[in-house]
């Protein structure tokens, strides 16, 4: 069986405004951990301590050439894989999944056809700002925020009558429902299992590439992480699901059961030099991704770092304008298909 090493950087559990982190980002490859170490040792035979940070790393020039070749040799030899998210961009479609196609999935309409969500997420990212004013948009997802992670329905008030205040804005249409309290467009808020930590998705995102890729069973050996374990049950439910189904997720890609995962285990970074490895290649993308944002000076190192990349081993969530290629590139999805499916295996 083979084994896949994984780890995740730019984590702040349900806060997903955070504005020193503002993607979340997680990377897998596989290889054993004898070779992981002559990788190491070749790249890096001066490095000091037990354990590679690629945050410590990154900040010493010498270190920017063997970071780059540790990177592209992973990606090209390692099947190296980075899935990286926008975290408010996915905090608006965690916002219109809980507040908005409820209300259209009680009356009969599919909200997730042809992408249309992803659409309305880009769109409220890019324009919401200035048709509502930044301070009330913000607003708006810092109340379902902390709605979503206090479920007191003193919270939920602030939401809704937050919402109302919006009505009458251009592209404020879609929060009637919720500003009229209706109650598809809360209740799942309060659900003791719903919140805004997005962990569990990054790594099934990654997972859904890997299972693509990977012809044979094989297990994830990921950073030990205490919010992985709260995970556990939903994760063993997921890798149950016996079931010969498909579900269309994009053009090019879909949800296939039953998985060829078959197990999910934690071991400590420190003593597994492929997880560090891992480390390496994330901490890259994230770097990258600050940089452009201005949250860390663009430097000669984080300005390559996606030169290594093509579109086999890198998987983004970034809002985008261009409709109509989001439009065909999401058509005839069975995303609504797959919501039922899945709450239905392992609520």
Same mark, same amino acid.
């Given at each position: 069986?083979?084994? !896949?090493?994984?780890?995740?950087?730019? $984590?702040?559990?349900?806060?997903? &405004?955070? #504005? %020193?982190?503002?993607?979340?980002?997680?990377?897998?490859?596989?290889?054993?951990?004898?070779? /992981?170490?002559?990788?190491?040792? %070749?790249?890096?035979?001066?490095?000091?301590?037990?354990?590679?940070?690629? @945050?410590?790393?990154?900040?010493?020039?010498?270190?920017?050439?063997?970071?780059? *070749?540790?990177? @592209?040799?992973?990606?090209? %030899?390692?099947?190296?894989?980075?899935?990286?998210?926008?975290?408010?961009?996915?905090?608006?479609?965690?916002?219109? %999944?809980?507040? !908005? *196609?409820?209300?259209?999935?009680?009356?009969?309409?599919?909200?997730? @056809?042809?992408?249309?969500?992803?659409?309305?997420?880009?769109?409220?990212?890019?324009?919401?700002?200035? &048709?509502?004013?930044?301070?009330?948009?913000?607003?708006?997802?810092?109340?379902?925020?902390?709605?979503?992670?206090?479920?007191?329905? #003193?919270?939920?008030?602030?939401?809704?009558?937050?919402?109302?205040?919006?009505?009458?804005?251009? &592209?404020?249409?879609?929060?009637?429902?919720?500003?009229?309290?209706?109650?598809?467009?809360?209740?799942?808020? #309060?659900?003791?299992?719903?919140?805004?930590?997005? !962990?569990?998705?990054?790594?099934?995102?990654?997972?859904?590439?890997?299972?693509?890729?990977?012809?044979?069973?094989?297990?994830?050996?990921?950073?030990?992480?205490?919010?992985?374990?709260? $995970?556990?049950?939903?994760?063993?439910?997921?890798?149950?699901?016996?079931?010969?189904?498909?579900?269309?997720?994009?053009?090019?890609?879909?949800?296939?059961?039953?998985?060829?995962?078959? /197990?999910?285990?934690? @071991?400590?970074?420190?003593?597994?030099? /492929?997880?560090?490895?891992?480390?390496?290649?994330?901490?890259?993308? !994230?770097?990258?991704?600050?940089?452009?944002?201005?949250?860390?000076?663009?430097?000669?190192?984080?300005?390559?770092?996606?030169?290594?990349?093509?579109?086999?081993? #890198?998987?983004?969530?970034?809002?985008?304008?261009?409709? *109509?290629?989001?439009?065909?590139?999401?058509?005839?999805?069975?995303?609504?298909?797959?919501?039922?499916?899945?709450?239905?295996?392992?609520?």
């Amino acid at each position: 069986m083979k084994t !896949v090493y994984m780890d995740e950087s730019g $984590y702040t559990g349900y806060d997903l &405004l955070n #504005l %020193d982190q503002p993607v979340q980002a997680a990377s897998s490859l596989m290889i054993d951990e004898k070779t /992981a170490r002559g990788l190491i040792d %070749d790249l890096f035979p001066r490095r000091q301590g037990k354990e590679l940070k690629h @945050k410590k790393l990154s900040k010493r020039k010498s270190y920017w050439k063997p970071l780059l *070749e540790i990177q @592209k040799a992973i990606l090209n %030899d390692f099947m190296g894989i980075t899935y990286v998210c926008d975290k408010k961009y996915f905090l608006i479609l965690r916002f219109l %999944d809980d507040c !908005v *196609e409820p209300f259209f999935y009680q009356n009969g309409i599919n909200f997730f @056809k042809d992408g249309h969500n992803y659409a309305l997420a880009s769109l409220l990212y890019y324009t919401a700002g200035t &048709l509502w004013g930044k301070k009330q948009f913000e607003d708006l997802l810092y109340l379902y925020l902390r709605a979503s992670k206090n479920k007191s329905i #003193l919270n939920i008030h602030l939401l809704t009558d937050h919402a109302k205040s919006l009505i009458g804005k251009e &592209l404020s249409e879609f929060l009637l429902p919720l500003s009229r309290k209706v109650e598809s467009c809360t209740k799942d808020i #309060l659900k003791p299992d719903n919140d805004t930590d997005i !962990v569990f998705i990054v790594i099934l995102s990654l997972v859904n590439r890997l299972e693509e890729i990977i012809d044979r069973e094989y297990m994830i050996v990921h950073d030990t992480s205490n919010k992985l374990k709260t $995970y556990k049950k939903a994760i063993e439910r997921f890798i149950g699901i016996s079931e010969n189904i498909s579900f269309k997720a994009t053009n090019i890609s879909s949800f296939n059961f039953p998985l060829k995962l078959s /197990a999910v285990e934690q @071991k400590d970074s420190k003593s597994s030099f /492929a997880i560090q490895l891992a480390d390496l290649l994330v901490g890259g993308v !994230v770097e990258h991704c600050m940089a452009l944002k201005g949250l860390v000076p663009k430097n000669d190192y984080n300005q390559n770092v996606m030169e290594s990349y093509d579109d086999l081993n #890198l998987v983004t969530m970034f809002p985008s304008i261009d409709f *109509e290629d989001n439009r065909q590139f999401r058509q005839n999805n069975q995303s609504y298909e797959f919501v039922d499916f899945i709450a239905e295996k392992i609520s």
